[in-house]
């Protein structure tokens, strides 16, 4: 708090006992803003995960529910440069995003092999996630088409055990632009990815058996009436 004046000797041990008094208001309200702005900011979070946890649940289809993290993180992290791309084989294959630039990458079918410099092909091939707040300094940093003002990313595995399913990535222009708590929050959502992706396989195996039952129950029956 800085007040001047023109005059000289303008201030008396009054008016710097009430300044005193009002900086430190000042302070004190400065500090709850803060710290109300930190508490919304996690609460917001924590709705994110929340509501990631619901929709594994409810939806069961993939992408949908892909589509559903994605604007749960811009929503309530801010990022709009969120991309998931799913492992096949030796393959990681871009499956959904946010920004301009994914339109690009569905229609171009945007694939890493495992073995490619980037940050989304060593994470898919190693299982560890990747924070850099200056990409320039990491050398496994590839710029992506769309996106060469990528100054931080942060490229996270979507793990069911030691098995990577495949990557949760996600960029900003500024520098230094992730916190060990956005990495923890975001690590939780791949993690609830990674559950969905296991509850599809496990229903499609099922879709599998019960079609393949069917199929066995109809030809009994026909050879049964042939009799």
Do not use: C
């Not at 709009?80 to 499956?95: A, P, S």
């Not at 092999?113 to 940093?141: C, M, P």
């Not at 949760?168 to 959502?189: C, G, M, N, R, Y």
């Not at 499609?204 to 009799?227: F, G, K, P, Y």
Request: charged content about 25%; overall charge negative.
């Amino acid at each position: 708090l800085d007040v001047q004046s023109n005059e000289v000797d303008a201030f008396n041990k009054e008016d710097s006992f009430t300044l005193n008094a009002l900086a430190q208001q000042l302070a004190l309200a400065i500090q709850e803003s803060i710290t109300y702005s930190a508490e919304r900011r996690q609460a917001e979070r924590t709705n994110a995960l929340i509501e990631a946890a619901r929709a594994v649940v409810s939806i069961l289809d993939i992408s949908s529910l892909f589509d559903e993290v994605i604007d749960l993180i811009t929503d309530h992290f801010g990022y709009d440069r969120v991309h998931i791309f799913l492992r096949d084989g030796d393959r990681v294959i871009f499956r959904g995003g946010k920004g301009s630039h994914t339109k690009r990458w569905l229609f171009e079918n945007l694939a890493y092999h495992i073995t490619d410099k980037g940050f989304i092909a060593w994470v898919a091939n190693q299982g560890q996630l990747i924070v850099s707040g200056n990409v320039a300094d990491d050398e496994r940093y590839v710029k992506g088409g769309g996106l060469e003002d990528t100054q931080s990313e942060m490229t996270v595995p979507i793990q069911m055990g030691s098995r990577t399913l495949g990557v949760l990535d996600i960029q900003s222009p500024k520098t230094d632009a992730f916190s060990a708590e956005d990495v923890a929050h975001v690590q939780a959502l791949a993690d609830t990815g990674a559950i969905a992706l296991r509850n599809a396989g496990l229903i499609a195996n099922e879709m599998r058996r019960r079609i393949l039952s069917e199929a066995l129950q109809e030809v009994s029956t026909v050879l049964a009436s042939s009799l």
